[in-house]
């Protein structure tokens, strides 16, 4: 028995090297500027998608994920342009703002639970793109153009995309290894009995309120951090990216990759919804028919998500050997 | 203001909130009683306003015939598509939005496909102007209201006093009490998806003369759609009524004196609603999704 | 059972690719092979196919660039070429536009493209064909796209500069029209053009009541129309309107509201769209542009076109021609440079202009010294009018090139040509 787990462990800690080393090489292993675009659209996506994660780890379901990339977009280009900031400093600003603006809807909202906080992120998503369209000042429908590239580290100039792509990972490393630690600690598992039972949790001691606050506040800003790298690396954003659609798809990233994988769920999920409509362009017109039909086909017969593969293979794997072992037995 | 406008706005404000309640009716109907946030509701409302449309333009029915003949076609069309998606996911809140929200990519550009990019429009039933006292009022206008206070009083018919109405409202209250009293739940949900979906299908017949007919007619309809369960409450009829109206009158009076800040007059609406009572007019704050 | 579901799951899983490899070859916009001394030149487009706008404007390039390539006309520095027009989706978003310029920048390396229409998958990609130097000569218009800084990108539908010619039209049949109100779609087309035609009117010496947004995807316009009788004006003017069923809700609307002043509208109404849900009588007098097929003498291209098209579709009533003149512009430029070099192409045209045949008549390339852009990087073409009677478009009549652009130069300023 122990043979077989450390066996397991040092393979999987061989295919973790691989994998690794594959992503940080990647832009050697990829020509084309096109496919290193649509890997870091995926990247901004897999952080998108852990953001709806978190919150459903504590048992919240939100369609507002977009309005908070929107608002670390927003606040990101205007920091740099209007008030002339390096790149660098509103970066982590616009997450800051992000964040208290999380920290004030989130007061508000986060005291209903279930049903009424879902609509409730879907309105302020709505509120955000109708204002946001509403605003010259911002832009109004066509939104902010020219937004520059980040400031210059070095020699590093932000010119191709392989910077920007480094750029990205480490912002998603970033984030995985701070939402790892959070989920791996106390608040963690506070987040994970809140989401099993709630009244439950409460007997425990554990304080609702605070604790799904928190991770509202830690989503939201996430999803900011990556809003102002979008801001910069798209170089305009404009108020109907970041439409209460938007949210869906997020959500889909997590529901499609495994709603029980807080990290490497939103991660395939985001990999399927942004690459898949990518390589049925051939399709033209009819991609999106193709894209739903996947998408479905894929929510009815993996319901755990894409990562309970695994899982059924193997139930799959021990029913068969069962029934084989059966039938040597009866002979 | 004079009466003439208010009466204007007033009726103006009645027949698409009514059409509205119609549409977010059969949503909630769904949602309550087979558990599936519909996100394709808005494409079963333009399947029933093109399939009026056909009956009407190519086989030169009348128009009433029509739309019950639409009505039918859409109930069996979402019938179909319960038994293939949604059935193997049921009970499954967010499985099931996530396969609407595949169902609703297909339809839509399968409808652009299908149908060809001429936006279609079809001539009233009903013509001229009533009047009454010295208000003058569109008659199509008031039959829509008509029809609509006429199929909500039929569904209540349905859900209060029916066999199958009790089923459904048993169901919503407790699928596994329900099957303990052997009611066929797989079938009830199939018949929810049925009749809500035809809702909204009928719906789409009688806007079809007032409006146009056009592929992604379906998706604006929907975010309307949204806001009246956001302001009635996602689990109640009634809320679905009062919400539909709320939202219907706050259009067409909000247009007459703000113009294009309407929508942030609404979106204020909502949310003071929603300050003070967060699930809705009606709702109830229900712990689990 | 779940045996069973998942060998199901697989089975359709390996059918659907199966399908869709089989479906690959009928899906490329590619001609035959060309022979031996005809070389291919890739040219790339991006629609918004979930709109009908531009579907319609796919099916009109699939007939005009293969009965292009069959006439092999065009020749450069002795080589004859042939165009491989490669159409990509941008489903009218800043993402997919973005990702669908990047693919035919990097992937199938285009030094040319045509033909987009929405401003938001135009400017979204505009980083990467300025950077790349890629001609994109777009339908689109924004004055976020004629900016002095881009030097690669030109406008070439007129529906932004036909609307002073078109109010030289409105005085000529509204004679006595003194103020007007402006109903306009609630984006950045609608606002953009709310503004410009906000100029035009007051420098032909009609005021301007009021100008009236609704949010996009409206349907019930009657509360509007109410609002929009009370001001009581000589005229109704619908900036930035969009040309199908939803522009007749509105006159039906303004007729249900009392309103029996003039209409007017830079667009070309879609006559059958909006005559199905408006009656006759809400439409008449309506006052538009009018394209150069329906014209009582048609040019022999504008002829050639509708004859083309209506052999491989049969009917004509959902022809679009709005977005197609990026093409003849495209096709022009490259014979004019004798170069298939972008940044040669580009550099002259913006500096010596460029002047070229569409179905409506002579166009011709233009400065917008009013948005401070002193090269040639839009476009004024020949433009027909007409007034809907009875239900029909009526010709009234038409200003010729010279006269559209003096009345770009009078309203906005400065010297265009």
Redesign the interface.
């Known amino acids: 028995m122990r043979r077989y787990s450390t066996k397991l462990r040092t393979k999987g800690v061989t295919l973790f090297i691989i994998l690794g080393i594959i992503i940080l090489l990647l832009p050697l292993l990829l020509k084309s500027p096109y496919q290193m675009h649509l890997i870091i659209m995926l990247c901004i996506n897999i952080v998108l998608g852990m953001s709806f994660a978190m919150l459903f780890s504590t048992g919240l379901i939100t369609i507002g994920a977009a309005a908070f990339w929107a608002i670390g977009a927003y606040a990101s280009a205007v920091l740099v342009m209007n008030l002339n900031l390096s790149f660098w400093l509103a970066l982590s600003l616009a997450s800051i703002i992000t964040g208290m603006i999380a920290f004030m809807l989130g007061s508000i909202i986060v005291r209903a639970p279930g049903v009424a906080f879902v609509v409730q992120t879907m309105v302020i998503n709505m509120i955000v793109v109708q204002a946001l369209g509403q605003m010259e000042f911002l832009g109004g429908w066509g939104g902010i153009l020219d937004i520059p590239r980040p400031n210059p580290i070095g020699s590093i100039k932000f010119v191709s995309k392989t910077h920007y792509y480094y750029l990205i990972l480490f912002l998603l490393l970033l984030t995985v290894v701070v939402f790892y630690a959070l989920y791996s600690s106390r608040i963690g598992r506070a987040w994970r009995s809140i989401r099993l039972n709630p009244r439950l949790a409460q007997t425990l001691g554990i304080n609702l309120f605070r604790y799904r606050l928190l991770a509202f506040i830690i989503a939201s800003m996430s999803a900011g951090l990556v809003g102002s790298f979008y801001a910069h690396y798209f170089g305009t954003i404009e108020p109907n990216t970041f439409s209460v659609f938007k949210s869906i798809y997020i959500q889909i990233y997590g529901i499609l990759g495994g709603l029980n994988f807080y990290l490497m769920g939103p991660t395939i999920g985001a990999l399927m919804m942004t690459l898949v409509p990518e390589f049925l362009r051939v399709g033209k017109e009819i991609e999106p028919i193709l894209t739903g039909g996947i998408l479905i086909l894929l929510v009815i017969f993996l319901p755990g998500g894409i990562l309970s593969l695994p899982e059924r293979m193997g139930s799959l794997a021990t029913a068969f050997l069962s029934r084989i072992k059966r039938k040597e037995s009866l002979h | 203001m004079t009466i003439d406008?208010f009466t204007?706005?007033l009726v103006?404000g009645l027949a698409?909130g009514m059409v509205y309640v119609l549409i977010a009716s059969g949503l909630i109907l769904v949602l309550g009683v087979a558990r599936i946030f519909n996100?394709a509701h808005g494409e079963f409302y333009m399947l029933g306003a093109y399939t009026t449309f056909g009956l009407c333009q190519v086989l030169k029915v009348n128009f009433f015939i029509a739309i019950i003949s639409a009505t039918l076609v859409v109930a069996l069309f979402a019938a179909i598509c319960y038994r293939l998606?949604f059935h193997?996911?049921r009970g499954?809140l967010?499985?099931c939005?996530?396969?609407s929200?595949?169902?609703?990519?297909?339809f839509?550009?399968?409808a652009?496909?299908g149908f060809?990019?001429?936006?279609?429009?079809?001539?009233s039933a009903f013509f001229g102007v009533m009047t009454i006292g010295n208000v003058a009022m569109?008659v199509e206008k008031m039959a829509v209201i008509l029809l609509c206070v006429a199929i909500m009083l039929g569904l209540y018919y349905l859900l209060m006093k029916t066999k199958l109405g009790k089923a459904m409202r048993a169901v919503k209250l407790d699928t596994e009490v329900a099957a303990l009293q052997g009611i066929n739940t797989m079938r009830v949900y199939a018949l929810a998806m049925a009749v809500g979906c035809s809702l909204a299908g009928l719906a789409g017949g009688i806007i079809a003369p007032?409006?146009?007919?056009?592929p992604?007619?379906g998706?604006?309809m929907l975010?309307k759609c949204?806001m009246v369960?956001?302001v009635g409450g996602?689990?109640s009829m009634l809320g679905g009524v009062v919400g539909g109206l709320v939202i219907g009158m706050t259009?067409?009076?909000?247009?007459?004196?703000l113009?294009?800040?309407?929508?942030?007059l609404l979106?204020g609406i909502?949310?003071v609603i929603?300050?003070f009572k967060?699930?809705?007019l009606f709702?109830e704050?229900?712990?689990?999704? | 059972m779940k045996r069973e579901k998942s060998i199901i799951f697989f089975g359709i899983i390996g059918s659907l690719l199966l399908l869709a490899m089989g479906f690959l070859p009928f899906f490329s916009l590619s001609i035959a092979q060309p022979s031996k001394d005809v070389k291919t030149l890739k040219v790339g487009c991006t629609l918004p196919l979930n709109t009908g706008m531009g579907v319609e404007t796919k099916k009109m390039l699939e007939v005009i660039v293969p009965k292009f390539n069959d006439a092999g006309d065009l020749i450069v520095k002795g080589q004859r070429y042939q165009i491989d027009l490669i159409i990509y989706d941008d489903k009218y978003s800043a993402e997919s536009g973005r990702a669908a310029v990047e693919r035919l920048v990097h992937q199938d390396k285009v030094k040319f493209m045509i033909c987009q229409i929405g401003s938001a998958p135009i400017v979204a990609g505009l980083s990467t064909t300025e950077s790349e130097k890629v001609m994109n000569m777009v339908g689109g218009a924004s004055p976020k796209i004629v900016s002095p800084k881009n030097q690669y990108i030109f406008g070439t539908s007129t529906t932004r500069t036909s609307i002073p010619p078109l109010w030289t039209m409105v005085k000529k049949v509204f004679p006595n029209a003194k103020t007007v109100v402006f109903i306009s779609p609630d984006d950045e087309t609608g606002r953009a053009r709310a503004k410009e035609e906000t100029q035009v009117a007051e420098a032909f010496g009609v005021k301007v009541l009021q100008v009236l947004h609704y949010p996009r995807d409206t349907v019930d316009f009657s509360s509007i129309a109410a609002k929009a009788k009370s001001f009581n004006s000589d005229l109704i003017d619908y900036p930035g309107a969009v040309a199908g069923t939803q522009f007749g809700l509105q006159l039906k609307a303004m007729y249900g509201a009392g309103f029996r002043g003039g209409h007017v509208s830079a667009i070309t109404p879609q006559m059958d769209e909006i005559t199905a849900v408006a009656s006759n009588e809400a439409l008449e007098g309506l006052l538009c542009t009018m394209q150069g097929t329906e014209v009582p003498s048609p040019s022999p291209l504008a002829r050639e076109v509708k004859q083309d098209y209506m052999k491989k579709y049969g009917k004509w009533s959902e022809a679009s021609l709005t977005w197609i003149p990026a093409w003849y512009a495209f096709i022009q430029a490259i014979k004019k440079a004798d170069s298939l070099d972008p940044v040669v192409v580009a550099n002259l045209i913006a500096t010596k202009g460029l002047e070229w045949e569409i179905p409506n008549g002579k166009a011709m390339l233009v400065k917008r010294p009013d948005l401070e852009n002193n090269k040639y990087c839009d476009t004024c073409s020949e433009l027909a009018y007409a007034q809907i009677k009875s239900g029909k478009l009526a010709y009234i009549g038409r200003t010729s090139l010279d006269e559209t652009v003096s009345a770009c130069e009078k309203v906005f300023g400065g010297k265009w040509r």
Do not use: C, D, K, W
């Open positions: 406008l204007q706005l103006n698409t996100f998606v193997h996911i499954n967010l499985l939005a996530a396969a929200m595949g169902l609703s990519m297909m839509e550009r399968g652009l496909i060809g990019t001429q936006e279609r429009g079809l001539p569109p007032l409006f146009s007919i056009t992604g007619m998706h604006a975010l949204f369960l956001i996602l689990e259009l067409s009076f909000g247009y007459y004196f113009g294009g800040l309407s929508e942030i979106f909502i949310g929603l300050v967060p699930g809705g709702g704050m229900v712990e689990e999704v």
